[in-house]
């Protein structure tokens, strides 16, 4: 008796334990189409300026600013049909500010081309992005050859002498090169997989218990 006892408390537990990671999951799930909501509205709106206005994740901006071409820096990425190149981060000062501007993805044979120098400061459109922490399972940067596979904070002080706004203008525009980052509200969103998932198991536990109490009691 004594283990039948303990069999269900056994069980109970787990199914609860499961019941509350699909809850959590629904929670995350109301959040993330929140979220997705809000940067839809937002890449919706009109560009405004970025030195009068609130900075905020996915805000569309217009500004104009002051190039250091000779800091440049090229991070290794794929562009969106997979051919590995880099993306053009360039150090921008704007107002008494300095922000890392990134002006988009060209191959690797356009690194360090003179070309990519030829751009209007003066007529910026983008969008703002908050930097997130970099992956530490990539390789480490290579700061004298100028070829990056994270934006470190520390590694660009190391490279430009500066400390940068947290926030990253990505380029809006057509240009061919460097070819601006598509940025989109199209986030990863498996909340409601995972929840149904740990519901499923939770029922299929119950269902499991019921069979084995019945056939044992």
Do not use: C
Request: proline share 4%; aromatic share 16%; glycine share 4%.
């Amino acid at each position: 008796m004594r283990y039948k006892f303990l069999f269900s408390i056994f069980v109970f537990f787990f199914i609860s334990v499961f019941i509350s990671l699909g809850s959590w999951q629904i929670v995350r799930l109301n959040w993330k189409l929140d979220l997705i909501n809000q940067i839809e509205t937002s890449l919706k709106n009109n560009p405004v300026n970025l030195t009068t206005s609130t900075q905020k994740n996915y805000l569309r901006i217009k500004t104009n600013g002051s190039i250091n071409f000779e800091k440049q820096i090229y991070l290794y990425n794929l562009n969106e049909k997979g051919k590995p190149g880099f993306e053009v981060v360039s150090p921008i000062k704007i107002g008494n500010k300095d922000y890392l501007l990134n002006r988009g993805w060209v191959p690797f044979d356009k690194k360090d081309n003179k070309i990519l120098n030829v751009f209007d400061e003066n007529n910026i459109t983008g969008i703002l992005k908050k930097q997130i922490k970099p992956n530490r399972f990539k390789p480490k940067n290579d700061l004298l050859n100028n070829y990056w596979f994270t934006l470190d904070r520390d590694d660009i002080f190391k490279f430009t002498g500066k400390k940068f706004s947290p926030y990253v203008i990505y380029l809006s525009g057509n240009n061919e090169l460097p070819k601006p980052k598509l940025i989109t509200a199209n986030i990863s969103n498996n909340h409601k997989k995972y929840a149904m998932t740990w519901f499923s198991l939770a029922i299929s536990i119950f269902l499991l218990y019921l069979y084995f109490r019945k056939k044992n009691y």
